[in-house]
């Protein structure tokens, strides 16, 4: 998936070693009409190299601008263009970072065994926002837009050992349906963002099952995590022997 609509969006990115465009189908395999196969036909990584040299240089240069935007290397690229699979907290960067929009997104975590957006995140839920407008927001906007929310709602969680109220019935599909309605308004970006952001704080409940991560870089699933360190312990308590990693 994602070479696929590398080759799509960013066909300059494919060239050979001496910077010369290449031809989808002539040069390497056009992925519009192959299956998951690697664009070389010769057996190497000559053109995943240059497009992964070409990713890290432009997140290089943008992240000595703005320290927000992703600093992805060329290994890490190379890794993600070669079938190796990123973390779950990292898909959505990715695809910010490379203006996917939301169906796109959607068909990259299911390749890579993850659901799509979940209404409980309030990070999806930004990202979803801003895919709309794909080549209107970039990584650093949508953390810009999540401290806004963070901050007019007050948001703060903690693992507690129990779960979270479960969502009244619908509010989900009425919070997907009050985005939709900001898709549609006809409203100045900045305008509709605030709009966002009210939208978020005033149903901040939706997101109680979630934490800012210690790394600082995602939403985690306390709830998942609380229920985790029960199965364990419950383990421990049944097997003497067994002591808990870390």
């Known amino acids: 998936v994602l070479r696929r609509y590398i080759q799509t969006k960013f066909p300059h990115f494919l060239t050979d070693a001496q910077g010369n465009l290449l031809r989808p189908g002539v040069d390497y395999t056009d992925l519009t ?6 664009w070389e036909k010769d057996g190497s990584t000559a053109i995943v190299d240059q497009v992964a040299k070409k990713l890290a240089h432009i997140c ?12 992805l290397t060329k290994t890490t690229w190379h890794n ?3 079938d190796s699979q990123p973390q779950a907290d990292r898909i959505l960067m990715i695809a910010v970072t490379l203006q ?20 409980r995140n309030p990070l999806d839920m930004i990202c979803y926002y801003c895919q709309q407008w794909p080549e209107q927001y970039d990584w650093p906007k949508v953390l810009e837009l999540f401290r806004r929310f963070q901050q007019q709602a007050g948001f703060q969680t ?7 109220a479960e969502a009244p019935a619908g509010q989900t599909a009425r919070l997907y349906r009050w985005f ?6 006809s409203l100045p970006a900045d305008q509709r963002d605030q ?10 409940d939706q997101f109680l099952s979630y934490r800012w ?8 699933n306390v709830w998942e995590d609380v229920r985790a360190d029960a199965q364990e312990n419950a383990r421990a308590d049944a097997y003497p022997g067994l002591q808990r990693a870390g």
């Open 60 to 71: 290089a240069q943008n992240h000595k601008q703005n320290p927000d935007y992703p600093n």
């Open 158 to 164: 903690a693992a507690s050992s129990v779960p979270p």
């Open 33 to 38: 009409r192959n299956a998951n196969v690697p």
């Open 180 to 185: 939709s309605d900001l898709f549609n308004a």
């Open 195 to 204: 709009a966002l952001i009210s939208l978020m704080a005033g149903h901040a």
């Open 100 to 119: 996917m929009d939301v169906e796109t997104t959607k068909e990259y975590c299911l390749a890579c065994g993850y659901d799509g957006y979940s209404a």
């Open 213 to 220: 991560s210690a790394r600082g870089d995602s939403w985690e």
């Open 80 to 82: 993600y263009l070669t």
